[in-house]
C-alpha cells in the first residue's frame, strides 16, 4: 500500500468532485475455479484498490459525502477461518491503514443501504463488470442486473477518470517496476525461443519470472507463431525454423500496477528477408507515433500518424498503390491494422476499461468511432501529462479477412491483391512500449528492451 495519506487525499478529492450523495464501491469476491474453496488468483477491483488500497477478497467501502462519513464494510476471520488461513493482521488495523477507522461487519450492508434508500439520499456506483457485483445490487438497491449497467452514476465514473488518468510520481514508480519485470519476460523471451518448442512452454517460463517478482501477469500471456490472431490463447503449436513468434507479456506489480509489452522475434536465429523488411514497416510506425506522444497532441491523430507510416512501408513492398494518406483516409490501413493503437495503462492493463471506452479515452467532443478498425482504438482524446499510454502498431495479414476483401475488390484502387497474395501467410508483426507522457513529451518506460532488427538477432 502507500501511505495512509495518499487514499485519505484521494477520497477526499473524490468527495469534492462528485458532490453529493453516498458512493458505494463494491470490492471483489474469490473466485471458484471448480469448487467455492479452490479459488482463481484473487484480483481485487482497482478503483478500489485505488481509494483504499485494501487487496483482499469480501469488502465493501461506502463514502457518504452528505454526512462526512466513510465505512470499511467487512468480517474479522473466525477461529475456523484461522484454521486454513493462519492469523492474519486484524481488518480494522488494515482499515487504519488507509485512514478508516469505521469498521462494520458484512451482514450490516444491506440494513445500511436499505436506510440511506429509504431516506433518498442518492446512491452512486460504478458499472458492475462481474456477476456478484449485479447480485449485491439487486440484494442492496433492488436494482435488476438488465438496469444495473444503466443506472451506474455517470458523475461518479468521470470522477473516477478524472483522477485515475493523471498518474503521481509513486504510482509512476510501481508502473515502472511492473515494466521492468515485463522487460526482463521479454528478455527471456528472447533468450530461450527455439524451435521445437511450444508456444506453452515459453509462455510458462515467462509467467514464473512474473510471479517470482512478488506480482502476477497483469494479463494471460499472448505467445504465438500465428501473430496475426490479436488475441490468441491457444499455445499448442510447435514452433517452428522460418516463422516469427509474436510475444504479448506483461507483469503486474504486488500492488496491481501493470506492464504491457510486446515483441516479435524469429523463432530460429534470424528474420526472412520479408519478414525483415516487414518488421521494419513496423517499427518505423512504432517509433514515429513514440516520437510524437506529447501534451495537446490528440491520440487518434498518433493512430493516424502510424496508419500512415505502415502504408508508407507496405507501398514500398508493392502492395498499396497511390498516397499512403490517401488511402488512410479510405480505411485502407484497417486490412493490416484492425486494431489500435494503444490504450491508458495503470492499475488495469486497459485501464478503467470497465468503466467505458467513451469516458475513458474519448471526450464530449471526441466520440468514439463505430467502424471496423476504429471502433478499436480506445484512446483518441489529447494527451495530457501523468497519462501512462501504450503505443502498439502492427501489421496483421488476416488470410481470412484478404479474402473477403479481394472477393469484393474492396479499395482496389490502393491495394494490389496480387502483390498481396504473396504476403497471405506472412502472419504478424507488434511491437509495443510503454510511454508516459511529461510535461514537453514523453518517456518510454522501464529499462530498454531491443527492438532493432540487430538488436532482436543480437538476442538470438
Ligand atoms: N496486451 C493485450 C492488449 O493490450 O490488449
Ligand atoms: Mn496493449
Redesign the pocket.
Given at each position: 500500500m502507500f501511505s495512509k495519506q495518499t487514499y485519505i487525499q484521494r477520497r477526499q478529492e473524490l468527495k469534492s468532485k462528485v458532490g453529493s450523495g453516498l458512493i458505494l464501491f463494491l470490492g471483489n469476491e474469490e473466485s471458484g475455479m471448480n469448487y467455492r474453496d479452490n479459488v482463481y488468483p484473487f484480483r481485487q477491483d482497482s478503483t478500489f484498490l485505488y481509494y483504499f488500497g485494501l487487496d483482499f477478497a469480501s469488502i465493501h467501502a461506502v463514502i457518504d459525502i452528505d454526512n462526512d462519513q466513510e465505512i470499511i464494510f467487512g468480517d474479522e476471520l473466525t477461529l475456523d477461518d484461522i484454521v486454513w488461513t493462519g492469523p492474519k493482521e486484524p481488518l480494522h488495523e488494515k482499515a487504519a491503514k488507509a485512514g478508516i477507522t469505521h469498521v462494520k461487519s458484512l451482514s450490516a450492508v444491506s440494513g445500511y443501504l436499505h436506510d440511506v434508500s429509504s431516506r433518498k439520499q442518492n446512491i452512486h456506483f460504478l458499472p458492475p463488470y462481474r456477476g456478484e457485483h449485479s447480485l449485491k445490487l439487486l440484494d442492496w438497491l433492488n436494482i435488476s442486473p438488465a438496469e444495473a449497467q444503466a443506472k451506474a452514476s455517470v458523475s461518479l465514473i468521470k470522477a473516477v477518470v478524472s483522477m485515475r488518468s493523471y498518474k503521481s510520481a509513486e504510482e509512476v514508480a510501481e508502473i515502472e517496476k511492473a515494466v521492468d519485470t515485463s522487460v526482463e519476460m521479454h528478455l527471456e523471451f528472447m533468450r530461450i525461443t527455439r524451435p521445437g518448442m511450444t508456444e506453452k512452454e515459453v509462455a510458462g517460463k515467462l509467467q514464473s519470472i512474473a510471479i517470482g517478482q512478488g506480482g502476477d501477469l497483469s494479463?494471460p500471456v499472448?505467445l504465438t507463431v500465428n501473430g496475426e490472431i490479436l488475441?490468441t490463447h491457444t499455445r499448442d503449436l510447435v514452433m517452428q525454423d522460418g516463422q516469427m513468434s509474436l510475444c504479448?507479456a506483461?507483469a503486474e506489480t504486488a500492488m496491481r500496477y501493470c506492464g504491457?509489452l510486446?515483441r516479435t522475434i524469429p523463432t530460429g536465429k534470424r528474420f526472412t528477408t520479408i519478414q525483415k523488411e516487414m518488421y521494419e514497416i513496423v517499427l518505423n510506425a512504432q517509433e514515429s507515433a513514440v516520437a510524437a506522444c506529447k501534451p495537446g497532441i490528440l491520440f487518434i491523430d498518433v493512430h493516424t500518424l502510424a496508419a500512415t507510416k505502415l502504408l508508407e512501408g507496405l507501398k514500398q513492398v508493392g502492395v498499396i498503390k497511390g498516397d499512403p494518406a490517401e488511402a488512410v483516409a479510405h480505411d485502407v490501413h484497417t486490412l493490416f491494422f484492425q486494431c489500435g493503437l494503444g490504450?491508458m495503462m495503470g492499475l488495469d492493463?486497459?485501464d478503467m476499461e470497465n468503466l467505458g471506452e467513451q469516458y475513458v479515452g474519448y471526450t464530449e467532443d471526441l466520440k468514439k468511432g463505430t467502424t471496423f478498425g476504429w471502433k478499436s482504438l480506445r484512446l483518441g482524446r489529447a494527451l495530457e501529462p501523468g497519462f501512462v499510454v501504450?503505443v502498439?502498431p502492427g501489421l496483421y495479414l488476416i488470410p481470412t479477412l484478404i479474402d473477403r476483401w479481394k472477393a469484393e475488390n474492396k479499395l482496389s484502387q490502393f491495394i494490389d491483391y496480387n502483390e498481396l497474395e504473396k504476403l497471405r501467410d506472412f502472419t504478424g508483426v507488434r511491437i509495443?512500449d510503454d510511454v508516459l507522457i511529461t510535461e514537453n513529451g514523453s518517456r518510454v518506460l522501464g529499462k530498454e528492451l531491443v527492438k532493432s532488427v540487430e538488436g532482436v538477432e543480437g538476442m538470438r
Open positions: 494479463y499472448i488475441h504479448d506483461g504491457d510486446t490504450h492493463v486497459h501504450t502498439e509495443e
